[in-house]
């Protein structure tokens, strides 16, 4: 069989507890550019128990077509059932790009898969293209701790396999009532081949802000000089409607969470607005914030690569500053 044999983009849909997660939604996006480049369909693939009634959500994202795998075997993520179901469908489908999201499951499963079906992994990637010459997909990620990003091929493979962040590709908008071809794929699972069993499931309650969901983000670096500055960001993000996030600077100082990270070990976040305060700029740092719809940087340095990134920039000291918007926003 030839590389050319080989067709369609593929998003692996996760699913937990019947509900998408959001990164599927984002995958097949930007696979419907993809697609649109290479002159073939979107598929993605439902893996669960009893979740067919969620092929219709994945077509109103953009699916062409879903293929499900519905087995009791696959009612809790494990990694073998999953292995298993995703190697067959890509034995029986053969298609030339799968998509999974760089989460705790995409991460788990897509090496799995890679190495069963014996072709290249892309992990982590921030932008993926195809080469109209060659038709090759080019996986761009940071590579040497984030000091450069690394386009890498898969010519001689397929599929060509990714994961991507969640936050790094846009969704599209919801088409309602769209309907995609859906066809159930069997796959025939090992009943003792059970390295891993699932006992229990305890959720874990929190009251942790998500700063991916923030329309409005007020992110400080360590230009705020101290961790009780970050009180004043508050206040502006409140006057807002937003959110705080920061810089690894400050989690490393211990002056606000991790889970607050902007970046390339943080999160990535693409609010309506982005506010950097006291913030440099790193490469590491942008990787999680430049595709903000708007960003404002405020920053004493008028050489700090932030600027380059920014619509708008005010050159001064943060601490002076952020007071002074945060009365003019309450007072307008
Ligand atoms: P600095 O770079 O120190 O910048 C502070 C800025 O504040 C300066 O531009 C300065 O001019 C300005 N400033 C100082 N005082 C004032 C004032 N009073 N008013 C206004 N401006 C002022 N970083 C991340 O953010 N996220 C990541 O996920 C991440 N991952 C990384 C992964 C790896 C593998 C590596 C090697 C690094 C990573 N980093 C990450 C770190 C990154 O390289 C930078 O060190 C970090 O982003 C710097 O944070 P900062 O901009 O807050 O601090």
New binding site residues.
Partial sequence: MSLQDYKGVFVFAQQVDNKISGVSFELIGKAKDLAADLGTEVTAVLLGYNVKDLADKLAEFGADKVIVVDDKALEVYTTEPYTVAMNAVIEQYKPDVVLYGATAIGRDLAPRVSARVHTGLTADCTKLEVDAETKNLHMTRPAF???IMATIKCPDHRPQMATVRPGVMQKISPVAGAKAVVEECSVTFEKNNKYVEVIDVIKKVSDKINIQDAKILVS??????CGENFKMLRDLADALGGEVA?????VDAGWVEKDI??????QTVRPNLYIA?????????L??MEESDLIIA????ET?P?FDVADFGIV????K?VPILTEKIKTE
């Fill in positions: 701790g984030g000091n400080g670096g360590r230009g705020l000089g920061s810089s690894r600077a400050c990270q902007v970046g390339q070990t943080g305060c006291g913030i440099s700029g790193a490469i590491q740092h990787a999680g405020i920053n004493k340095d700090a932030i001064g000291d943060v601490t500053i």
